[in-house]
């Protein structure tokens, strides 16, 4: 049996107010082809198909001109998707009537049945005796009562997999959309960060039961799961932010032959590249060098993305005029300028202020903190009693 492993399409993204629709379709197209040269027989998409609960109408289009593509393109194909924590989990059920029809299942809502968990509806039968365990991100309430939602979500799939072997099912494939405890999580990004309370660190013993492959969804990083080869994320097939600039974006191809397992990461050529300048933050006058250095030209449907990572050093700001004059002619779409400051605090973090930080600093705040460096000593207070006065004056 041979597998296509993806997720995190989110599809309907727009990266830093930049549409994204032709990168997916480019994708899109990529991925009928590879399962069309690879004579592929089940394409797992665990979850985030979409970036909000709520698509626009091209976003939903792509996606089930895809499936409609896919499946007439290649004859006996099954496909099974489940939910993640951004898709709308009954929208994308409610076609499963007609798209059942296609051998496409999808995963969106747990179901019951007199008051108790409907775990058949979530065992989903696939090429020749096997099945996969189709379970969509469980918010919670939506698993086994148990003491923590970790504990819960394993219940689940404890629960699934035991329901699954009394059927007689071999081999067993699960599927999820979770942050798994010993994954890594790319530094800085917040499009993957945990929207529930302990999200962050589900165990995965569940899966040495006898589940012959877990395909997992919601880090955008493909990798295994601590050392388990048979644990995996396939990554998001797009970077989502700044921070995944370095992944290696695709799908997985898993191969299963009797009880033996190999996998093979497929690299999809993002269409559009990240450009992240300086290396780290620089003042404003360092950041123009660089820029100075980047392609000239007129920008296209394939220019980069640039994010510039600035140290803002004083109080100027002439900054971001500066940095527009000198991008004009450049080969680069500017989508987020990255600044830091070391006027203000470190917050007690040990860090830089971010530039936002510093804007939301109150005027005086900031004021007493250059004098207490520069003087090392508080404010008078009869300077500080004028300042404010002058403050409140400027702000009407």
């Known amino acids: 049996m041979k597998i296509i492993h993806t997720a995190d399409w989110h599809l309907g993204q727009t990266f830093y107010g930049y549409d994204r629709s032709k990168e997916h379709a480019l994708f899109l197209d990529w991925l009928c082809s590879i399962i069309k040269e690879r004579s592929i027989d089940l394409l797992l998409?665990?979850?985030?198909?979409?970036?909000?609960?709520?698509?626009?109408?091209?976003?939903?289009?792509?996606?089930?001109?895809?499936?409609?593509?896919?499946?007439?393109?290649?004859?006996?194909?099954?496909?099974i998707a489940t939910a993640g924590n951004h898709d709308s989990a009954a929208r994308i059920e409610a076609p499963s009537p007609l798209l059942n029809v296609f051998n496409v299942h999808v995963s969106g809502v747990v179901h019951y049945r007199n008051e108790e968990i409907d775990y058949d509806s979530m065992i989903i039968p696939i090429v020749g005796n096997g099945c996969c365990l189709a379970v969509p991100y469980l918010r919670h309430n939506d698993h086994p009562e148990a003491e923590s939602y970790s504990k819960g979500v394993a219940k689940m799939y404890s629960a699934?997999?035991?329901?699954?072997?009394?059927?007689?099912?071999?081999?067993?494939?699960?599927?999820?959309?979770?942050?798994?405890?010993?994954?890594?999580?790319?530094?800085?990004?917040?499009?993957?960060?945990?929207?529930?309370?302990?999200?962050?660190?589900?165990e995965?013993?569940?899966?040495?039961?006898?589940?012959?492959?877990?395909?997992?969804?919601?880090?955008?990083?493909?990798?295994?799961?601590?050392?388990?080869?048979?644990?995996?994320?396939?990554?998001?097939?797009?970077?989502?932010?700044?921070?995944?600039?370095?992944?290696?974006?695709?799908?997985?191809?898993v191969t299963i032959v009797g009880n033996n397992v190999s996998h093979e990461h497929?690299?999809?050529?993002?269409?559009?590249?990240?450009?992240?300048?300086?290396?780290?933050?620089?003042?404003?006058?360092?950041?123009?060098?660089?820029?100075?250095?980047?392609?000239?030209?007129?920008?296209?449907?394939?220019?980069?993305?640039?994010?510039?990572?600035?140290?803002?050093t004083t109080i100027d700001p002439s900054i971001r005029q500066r940095i527009d004059d000198a991008l004009r002619n450049k080969t680069v779409r500017l989508a987020n300028i990255a600044a830091t400051s070391n006027i203000g605090r470190d917050n007690g973090e040990g860090r830089p202020m971010t530039y936002d930080e510093f804007k939301r600093t109150e005027p005086l705040d900031l004021i007493k903190e250059i004098y207490k460096r520069g003087k090392k000593k508080d404010m008078p207070e009869h300077i500080e009693k004028l300042l404010t006065e002058v403050i409140n004056e400027l702000k009407g």
């Not at 877990?214 to 644990?231: P, S, W």
């Not at 450009?275 to 394939?302: C, F, M, R, Y």
Request: without cysteine.
């Open 45 to 79: 998409i665990a979850g985030d198909i979409f970036d909000t609960p709520n698509p626009s109408a091209e976003a939903q289009r792509m996606y089930y001109h895809f499936l409609k593509r896919v499946t007439q393109e290649n004859e006996g194909l099954q496909i």
């Open 160 to 202: 699934l997999y035991e329901r699954a072997r009394e059927k007689g099912y071999s081999p067993i494939i699960a599927m999820g959309h979770l942050q798994a405890s010993g994954a890594e999580v790319s530094v800085g990004d917040t499009s993957e960060h945990a929207v529930i309370g302990g999200m962050e660190g589900i």
């Open 204 to 253: 995965t013993g569940f899966a040495d039961e006898g589940i012959i492959y877990t395909a997992l969804g919601h880090l955008h990083k493909a990798q295994r799961v601590g050392r388990k080869e048979n644990i995996r994320y396939s990554g998001a097939p797009l970077p989502m932010s700044f921070a995944e600039l370095r992944n290696n974006q695709g799908v997985t191809e």
């Open 266 to 312: 497929i690299t999809f050529d993002t269409p559009v590249k990240l450009l992240s300048i300086p290396a780290k933050p620089q003042p404003i006058d360092t950041v123009l060098e660089e820029i100075a250095a980047l392609p000239s030209g007129e920008p296209g449907d394939n220019t980069p993305f640039l994010e510039i990572k600035v140290l803002v």
